[in-house]
């Protein structure tokens, strides 16, 4: 009887805790910034982890030049006012804005940022939850690319002899 009453217990802490492990792992970038000192410092980081190899490599060439307006107008918003504190309540709005739109850009394109979905296994109706990152899913999808291009090749190669 007490067994009866456990198991479900048991199992739906084992589901809370996957649940809280994943959304750990994810962390939101923030660039934010109280003085022009710590804005130029942020901006830098970002822009060197758009880079190759960066956390933020993905962010296509359209999202790249809007990060960099944004970075641009927030830069002169410090130069002018040199803290948040000093700026008036239209230029707060505006910094804000822009910040708004450069994070969701760095979330939605952050290659450590895990993406999890439910698979049913080859020969299962049980379906399995499988996280990987947006680097990994690039990765992967970038395989699959060359292995077409490749396939796609070998085709025109046969069908030209």
Wanted: charged residues 30%.
């Amino acid at each position: 009887m007490k067994v009866k009453l456990w198991l479900p217990l048991v199992a739906a802490t084992v589901v809370l805790l996957q649940v809280a492990s994943v959304q750990a792992k994810e962390a939101k970038p923030d660039v934010k910034a109280e003085t022009k000192d710590q804005f130029a410092a942020v901006a830098d980081h970002v822009r060197q982890q758009m880079g190759p190899g960066g956390r933020f490599e993905f962010v296509d060439k359209t999202e790249h030049e809007t990060v960099d307006r944004n970075l641009a107008n927030m830069e002169s918003l410090y130069d002018k006012f040199g803290t948040v504190d000093a700026m008036d309540s239209s230029s707060k709005v505006a910094l804000y804005n822009n910040q708004s739109e450069i994070n969701a850009i760095l979330t939605r394109r952050d290659a450590d940022k895990e993406v999890c979905e439910q698979i049913k296994p080859m020969g299962s109706n049980i379906p399995k939850t499988v996280c990987r990152t947006n680097r990994q899913v690039q990765e992967e999808n970038g395989v699959a690319q060359r292995y077409l291009q490749d396939m796609k090749q070998q085709q025109t190669m046969k069908g030209g002899k």
